[in-house]
């Protein structure tokens, strides 16, 4: 079945239909994607079009009837008119810009569409992608909120593991820094961004310890993070609580519980 464009179908209606007052308004089924969409780790545009090579997307609705779209990346979006209200599978497919496939297989998302308009959004996640990318990893520190030299304590170096896939990145920051943990640097202030080129894209976790001027750790915390595909990734902040973090809330906690021991002892009267 051949589909009318929304330009196609506004001239028809003017032509066909005078006045167009009663003409029936199509429904529209939008179709969105995003790549490696990730927010709890701070990613929540994903990957671009340009970092992961996708020239355009290809939608393939399976349903009450089969229609494809393909259209540039950029637009992030293809639009359905008039589907056959019922249930779809619509298979997701980036293509390179000879046509070919980026993915293992396409990402396959349900569709319902109802009598009005819908849309629905395909997160691609890394793992689909039949490409080991790499990517730049940004990112910046705080301790408990402030710089090095005013953090409480003073922080003085700074030990890094970055973690992909379990595994350590052998790589260094553009400062020289190691990301492997096999190496203490000085703690960069909070307002720069910490840059590492190269690194494998994929799930990550980073490890950082600060320590003050006599070697001695203050800050420790492991954090979940992203690392994206190509240049145009977000900077992640880093911030690490205070060595007391974890002690202020025991005070309060012993007395809710001394009533209850009390009683507990007590002979029955």
């Known amino acids: 079945m051949r589909r009318l464009g929304i330009g196609a179908l ?28 990730y927010p709890a780790q701070g990613i929540a545009e994903g990957d671009s079009c340009l970092d992961l090579g996708v020239d355009k997307v290809r939608i393939d609705i399976v349903g009450p009837e089969t229609a494809t779209l393909t259209d540039s990346c950029t637009l992030r979006q293809v639009v359905f008119q008039d589907l056959v209200p019922g249930t779809y599978a619509a298979g997701v497919t980036p293509l390179d810009a000879s046509g070919a496939s980026l993915l293992k297989t396409p990402v396959t998302i349900q569709v319902v569409v109802p009598e009005g308009d819908v849309t629905e959004t395909a997160n691609i996640p890394w793992e689909a992608w039949a490409t080991a990318f790499t990517g730049t990893f940004y990112f910046r520190t705080t301790w408990a909120g402030r710089d090095c030299a005013a953090g409480t304590p003073m922080v003085a170096t700074q030990l890094l593991t970055l973690k992909v896939g379990g595994v350590p990145v052998t790589k260094l920051t553009e400062s020289g820094q190691h990301l492997d943990g096999s190496a203490a640097g000085p703690c960069v202030p909070s307002n720069m961004d910490q840059v590492a080129k190269d690194v494998p894209f994929g799930p990550a976790t980073m490890e950082i310890v600060g320590k003050d001027g006599d070697g ?51 002979p029955d009267a």
Not at 218 to 243: I, Y
């Open 216 to 266: 001695t750790e203050q800050f420790r915390k492991v954090f979940d993070t992203f690392v994206g595909g190509g240049r145009t990734n977000p900077t992640m902040q880093f911030d690490l609580p205070g060595p007391d973090a974890g002690v202020d809330a025991m005070p309060d906690a012993a007395p809710d519980a001394m009533p209850d021991a009390i009683y507990d002892a007590m």
């Open 10 to 37: 506004a001239l028809a209606s003017i032509t066909c239909g005078g006045g167009g007052g009663n003409q029936p308004v199509p429904s529209r089924t939008t179709v969105k994607w995003l790549f490696d969409s």
